[in-house]
């Protein structure tokens, strides 16, 4: 495992700091998230639970959801971190949520001693559903 290329300990930092902020009372498994766009914006997310279970929310998601709402479109990369001793890959879910705006994304996982796996997005959802799969013209 490669540490975390300097130049993204900011996103690392963000991600830290969201995580602070998760709601997993149920799970205990906190999760922070920030994602970077294409033009060097940043946002961030936090996993939030729910009492129903099924309505909670990944971290990647929210930080994807708060972009959006901003208006950021495409994105260079993720950073995740939780404190699972080893780094932790998104979701299936939270990979198709992605797949949709940054094909070409970069991913990173933190653990809490720095340890970082790194992936690309298309290497863990390598035959994505994608818009271009919806075309009936
Ligand atoms: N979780 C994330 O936030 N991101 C992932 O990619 C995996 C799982 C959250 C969902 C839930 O709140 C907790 O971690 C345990 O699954």
């Given at each position: 495992m490669t540490p975390l290329p300097s130049q993204h300990e900011p996103l690392r930092q963000a991600a830290d700091a969201a995580r602070a902020n998760a709601?997993?009372?149920?799970?205990?498994?906190h999760v922070g998230a920030a994602l970077e766009s294409d033009e060097g914006r940043m946002f961030v997310g936090c996993n939030v639970e729910n009492a129903?279970?099924?309505a909670g929310t990944c971290a990647e998601r929210v930080a994807l959801g708060a972009a959006i709402a901003a208006g950021?479109?495409?994105?260079v990369r993720i950073v995740i971190t939780t404190e699972a001793a080893d780094p932790t890959p998104p979701c299936g879910i939270c990979r198709q949520a992605l797949v949709e705006f940054a094909p070409m994304l970069e991913i990173f996982a933190v653990s809490p001693d720095g340890r970082t796996a790194r992936w690309s997005l298309a290497e863990l959802l390598p035959v994505p559903f994608t818009p271009a799969s919806l075309a009936h013209d």
């Open positions: 709601w997993a009372p149920y799970s205990r498994f129903s279970y099924p950021a479109r495409q994105f």
